[in-house]
C-alpha cells in the first residue's frame, strides 16, 4: 500500500490550484488555505481516481457516505477561528480529512463515526498519512461527555436541530459549527458560548450534507 502515499509534482500542483480556487470563491483565513495546501486529498481516493481529488467536488467514500467537497470544509473550518492547541470534537469522521486540516492547524482533535466500516478503515490509514487524531466509534450527536469540554465542535452531517448536549459540551467562548435543516438542504449554523446557558446564535449559507443519523439527531 506504500505506494498509495506519494505526493508527487502533478498532485502538488493540482492542490496549489484547488486552493487558489478556494480563495477564489471566498475563503480568506490563510492559516485554513495554507492547512488544505498541506493535506494530501488524493490519499484519500482509490489511485484511479487521483484526477478527481483536487476538484472542488464531494466524492464517494463507501457506505452511502461521501469525502466532503473542499470549498464546504474550508467553509466550516474557518468559521471555527482555529488555534493551536484547541481540543476539537468533530462529529462525522468520514474519510478523515477534514480531521486531517484541524490537525494540520494545531487542534488536538477527537473524532467521531457511528459507521463501523468507516471508523476501523479511517483509524487504521490516517497515521499511515502522518495524522493521528483520536478515534471513536459511535452516536456523535450526543457529542462525548467523557472527553468534554471543547473548544470548538464541527458537525461534518446534516442535522434537524441544535442538539443540547453538543452545546453543554463547549467551553464558554466555544464555538459549535453544524449544519441544520431538512434531510435535503441545511444552513450552516454557528453557535458562540458567551455564557453557562447563554449563546449568539448565526445563521448562514445553505449546504447539502449526508443526514446526521441518531438519538439527538435524524
Ligand atoms: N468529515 C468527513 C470527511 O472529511 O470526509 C465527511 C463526513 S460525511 C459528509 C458525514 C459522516 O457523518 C458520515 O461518515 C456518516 O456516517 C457520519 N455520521 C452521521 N451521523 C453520525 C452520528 N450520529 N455520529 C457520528 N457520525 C455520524
Known amino acids: 500500500m506504500a505506494y498509495k502515499y506519494i505526493d508527487n509534482y502533478r498532485e502538488q500542483g493540482a492542490r496549489k490550484k484547488l486552493v487558489e480556487e478556494l480563495r477564489k470563491k471566498g475563503i ?37 457516505q461521501t ?16 488555534h493551536k492547541g484547541d481540543k476539537v470534537l ?43 487524531p483520536k478515534f471513536f466509534l459511535g452516536d456523535g450527536s450526543r457529542g462525548i461527555a467523557k472527553h468534554a469540554p471543547y473548544d470548538k465542535i464541527i458537525v461534518t452531517a446534516g442535522a434537524p436541530t441544535v442538539p ?3 452545546l453543554k ?13 431538512d434531510q435535503d438542504l441545511q444552513k450552516m449554523i454557528t453557535v458562540l458560548k458567551t455564557g453557562e446557558n447563554d449563546y449568539e446564535r448565526i445563521t448562514l449559507d445553505t449546504f447539502r450534507f449526508v443526514p446526521l443519523v441518531g438519538d439527538k439527531a435524524w
Open 28 to 64: 480568506e483565513d490563510e492559516d485554513v488555505l495554507k492547512a488544505i495546501g498541506k493535506v494530501p486529498r488524493h490519499f484519500f481516493f482509490d489511485e484511479t481516481f487521483w484526477n478527481q481529488a483536487y476538484r472542488d467536488i464531494a466524492f464517494p467514500i463507501g457506505e452511502g
Open 67 to 82: 469525502i466532503s467537497q473542499p470549498y464546504t470544509v474550508a467553509y466550516q473550518t474557518q468559521l471555527l477561528h482555529i
Open 169 to 181: 459540551q463547549l467551553n464558554i467562548g466555544g464555538i459549535l459549527v453544524i449544519p441544520v435543516g
Open 90 to 132: 468533530e462529529i462525522g469522521t468520514g474519510s478523515g480529512y477534514q480531521a486531517c486540516v484541524l490537525v494540520e492547524l494545531g487542534a488536538k482533535v477527537y473524532t467521531i463515526e457511528r459507521q463501523e466500516k468507516l471508523y476501523e478503515r479511517t483509524k487504521q490509514v490516517l497515521p499511515h498519512m502522518g495524522y493521528k
Open 164 to 166: 443540547e448536549e453538543l
